[in-house]
Nanobody, 119 residues
Framework: VQLQASGGGLVQAGGSLRLSCAASGSIFSINNMGWYRQAPGKQRELVAAITSGGSTKYADSVKGRFTIYRDGAPNTVYLQMNNLKPEDTAVYYC??????????????WGQGTLVTVSS
């Protein structure tokens, strides 16, 4: 299973970006999709995640500013990021967990997309 992430870029503080992540391959089902980020010199951390049933969870640092959702396109997840802050600067990675068509579990990562927020 492959994940293709897009939507990163350079934005001023207070601005917005939307990240998207599309999963492709021999997918039977996706249980969870999420976004993680890794800033220079820091560990990768969970930003937001969504289950197949639509339940979401967020890091405390992004609650009220970021929204994770699935809309329309199958096996695609979005991260709407509003009121961005310089501390949001990081490489953002999408992640998906589920089962393939031959019912093997998969746990896949996208290639990462850079988000830079200038002050």
């Amino acid at each position: 299973v492959q994940l293709q992430a897009s939507g990163g870029g350079l934005v001023q503080a207070g601005g917005s970006l939307r990240l998207s992540c599309a999963a492709s391959g021999s997918i039977f089902s996706i249980n969870n999709m999420g976004w993680y980020r890794q800033a220079p010199g820091k560990q990768r951390e969970l930003v937001a995640a969504i289950t197949s049933g639509g339940s979401t969870k967020y890091a405390d640092s992004v609650k009220g500013r970021f929204t994770i959702y699935r809309d329309g396109a199958p096996n695609t997840v979005y991260l709407q990021m509003n009121n961005l802050k310089p501390e949001d600067t990081a490489v953002y990675y999408c992640n998906a967990q589920g089962a393939t068509m031959i019912l093997l579990d998969f746990y896949s990562w996208g290639q990462g997309t850079l988000v830079t927020v200038s002050s």
